[in-house]
């Protein structure tokens, strides 16, 4: 009895902590908000919809509840396009995601408690300052080995990918000798360092504040170093009428309470929630889930239609009597198969862009990576098929007197489909599986959406049993329907 009581009021400790921390960073903004002259109204965005990128898990900046994208961040930001009159759309993509999304102009700004710093101010304009930050250590609860960086030596810490925390630990870690890993996202991030395979992570501190009120099994144990400020971002030079509506917006939503109003709401609510048992998780997380199983079998359907496409045009280009098809097809083949998904995913979305100027939906990007991928290996499975059906066969049709076409179509064909069949269905397997690979774009499929459940309730493995139960389950029943209808039409 006595062990749990103490174990409550070290909570009740932290969770005050944490509180008086963030109340410490909101007073100084809402001190320096006074002193905001007079907002102007903005006719510029009127009426304008920006799609504003964002982290998939910051909170209390950016955080799913019930499904639902919420947090100061998106408070504010919502707030302030009510108050400017223009219509967001929020992308969740992960810190360093967003930021390349905003480079690569996908995004108009991001919106991610994200710092100002002078590197980022060469390539982004930055809003006014609307809330203060820094960076802190902490690691796992049961942890009493680490109570400074000079307990480091040697370990690994981690760090998220691009973000403020990741800079601050590089640059200490010659001095006190350990190792600097990147994550994606906060809620891996601290998964990492609970399952032991980093001793500690470098996050910003409202933020471990928030999680450790949370019970997300870390403490502190060092102090918040000097930082900088959020600031809300888009591409140098571009969108200033956005930047300057926002500006405007938070002024007048400092001066009007809006602004302390939505600080206090994310301040006087986070009370630990009980964990829900498995079956209640299930249930909780079901619906996205199934949301993003359905863009996973949409994103497949359509990578898989295109694919078989391509790889009947290519195959029979590989087959072809003309060297120039024979080369194009190799080539394309060399090309797709000779680089990782992960890179065409993100030359496509990322990368493509930047090149072109023209912006390209998620979708768009995860179908074009997909179909070209996954055409260059139908091509040599059409191309094996065709060329293992005995050339005597086509000799045989041609001195029959069939035409080439004819003898493809009537002799060839009708054989080598049966051959490839089993190949087709593996692909098909293949395909499905590496929609997984979206994630990584932000496009909402099944493991994205699993990625962002474990995100806010940091039940990383019962959330990943689930996303893999599902797969496994829509993977299986999709094999044996296949393999019903080759046997139906093949036999
Ligand atoms: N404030 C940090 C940065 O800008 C981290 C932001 C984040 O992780 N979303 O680098």
Do not use: C
């Not at 103490?6 to 009740?12: A, N, P, Q, V, W």
């Not at 060297?323 to 990782?340: D, E, H, N």
């Amino acid at each position: 009895m006595r062990k749990i009581t103490e174990f409550r009021s070290g909570k009740l400790a932290v969770a005050v902590t944490a509180l008086l921390a963030l109340a410490g960073g909101f007073v100084g903004i809402s001190a320096a908000a006074a002193s905001q002259p007079q907002a102007q109204p903005n006719t510029a965005v009127t009426g304008e919809t920006y799609i504003i990128g964002t982290d998939t898990t910051f909170a209390p900046f950016e955080y799913r509840k019930d499904g639902e994208l919420t947090g100061i961040d998106m408070d504010l930001i919502r707030d302030i396009a009510k108050n400017q009159g223009f219509t967001v759309e929020i992308k969740s993509l992960g810190f360093d995601a967003a930021l390349q999304a905003l480079q690569s102009n996908q995004v108009d700004g991001v919106i991610a408690g994200m710092s100002i710093t002078d590197e980022r101010k060469l390539i982004f304009d930055f809003s006014d300052p609307y809330f203060d930050s820094g960076v802190q250590m902490a690691v796992a609860e049961d942890n009493t080995k680490i109570t400074g960086y000079a307990d480091l030596a040697g370990e690994t810490v981690v760090a998220k990918r691009g973000s403020e925390g990741e800079t601050f630990a590089n640059s200490i870690k010659d001095e006190y000798g350990f190792t600097v890993k990147a994550l994606a996202d906060s809620a891996t991030m601290y998964d990492d360092v609970k399952a032991g395979n980093s001793v500690a992570v470098f996050d910003d501190y409202p933020v471990l504040a928030y999680g450790i009120s949370q019970n997300n099994g870390l403490k502190s144990v060092t102090e918040k170093e000097q930082g900088s400020s959020y600031g809300f971002a888009v591409n140098k030079g571009q969108n200033p009428e956005l930047l300057a509506a926002f500006n405007t917006g938070l002024a007048e939503l400092k001066s009007n309470g809006e602004y302390q109003a939505i600080l206090d709401s994310y301040l006087e609510q986070p009370a630990p929630v009980a964990a829900s048992g498995f079956f209640g998780l299930l249930s909780d997380s079901l619906p996205a889930l199934m949301k993003g199983l359905g863009l996973t079998l949409l994103a497949t359907a359509l990578s898989i239609v295109i694919a078989l496409v391509l790889g009947v045009l290519f195959g029979f280009f590989k087959v072809s009597e003309s060297r120039v098809l024979r080369g194009i097809a190799s080539v394309y083949v060399s090309i797709f198969r000779g680089t990782p998904l992960l890179v065409q995913a993100f030359f496509f979305y990322f990368g493509l862009p930047q090149l072109t100027g023209q912006s390209i939906d998620v979708l768009t990007a995860g179908v074009l990576t997909l179909s070209l991928n996954a055409g260059a290996y139908m091509t040599e499975i059409v191309r094996g098929g065709i060329q293992s059906v005995d050339p005597g066969q086509t000799e045989a049709g041609r001195s029959l007197g069939l035409g080439y076409v004819t003898t493809m179509r009537r002799v060839v064909l009708p054989q080598a489909v049966k051959i490839m069949t089993p190949s087709f269905i593996n692909q098909f397997v293949m395909t499905l599986k590496d929609t997984s690979l979206l994630a990584v774009i932000g496009f909402a499929e099944l493991t994205y959406q699993g990625q962002q459940i474990y995100a806010a309730n940091f039940r990383t493995g019962e959330t990943l049993l689930i996303v893999a139960a599902l797969y496994f389950i829509v993977i299986n029943l999709l094999t044996m329907l296949s393999n019903k209808l080759d046997k139906r039409f093949n036999k």
